[in-house]
């Protein structure tokens, strides 16, 4: 077995902010479903909202042709939601694959930072899409010249933290804080043309 630890902040959706305790658990890179599978099997349903690890909608060219990819935006990572910390670090104790849950001092759990909550929060869609799976999309941009304007999607939201955008292999980077390091995420976009951008902006 491999040591794993949980990381809490706040997390919401559709309440107030604080509601709920957002947590991070570290696992072994491609063990994510059959974690989330124990936990959903062996952790009481109600002391969590939600367990998922989210992924990103790409797009990559092959023979010419570009087609449609679902990855795993942070491998060897796991969300779960919760408003009963106590009652879920209890529960997780049964989960075999999770052999240590960190907290700090005295403290059940390290909360997030502020910063480090909201950037998920900006791009994933609270939408389920089955199976407990939450998806960063593409996002719509529009090339003239050397300027590129983010029309929609995920990116819209998160502006500010874009480092780099590779028309070429249709790939935005984004800088977040994550773990108390810098952490660069490859989102996908799409390409609009000048009709359907003027359309939209």
Known sequence: MWGSWCYAG??????????????????????????????????????????????????????G?????????????IFISSDFVRELYLELGQVPMLTKLLGKDEELFVALHEEETQWLEDLISLEELGDGCFEVGLSQVYAEENRVTVLSGPLKNVEGRIRKINLHRRIAEVEVEFMNRKTVLFLGIEMVGKKEAESRI
């Open 65 to 77: 042709q570009w087609r449609d990819f679902h990855e795993k935006l942070l491998p060897g990572y």
């Open 10 to 63: 706040s997390f919401y959706h559709g309440r107030d902010r604080g509601d709920c305790l957002y947590y991070v658990i570290q696992v072994a890179p491609g063990m994510e479903d059959r974690t989330e599978a124990l936990i959903r099997g062996r952790v009481n349903r109600k002391v969590y909202d939600h367990c998922f690890h989210p992924i990103r909608h790409i797009r990559k060219k092959f023979q």
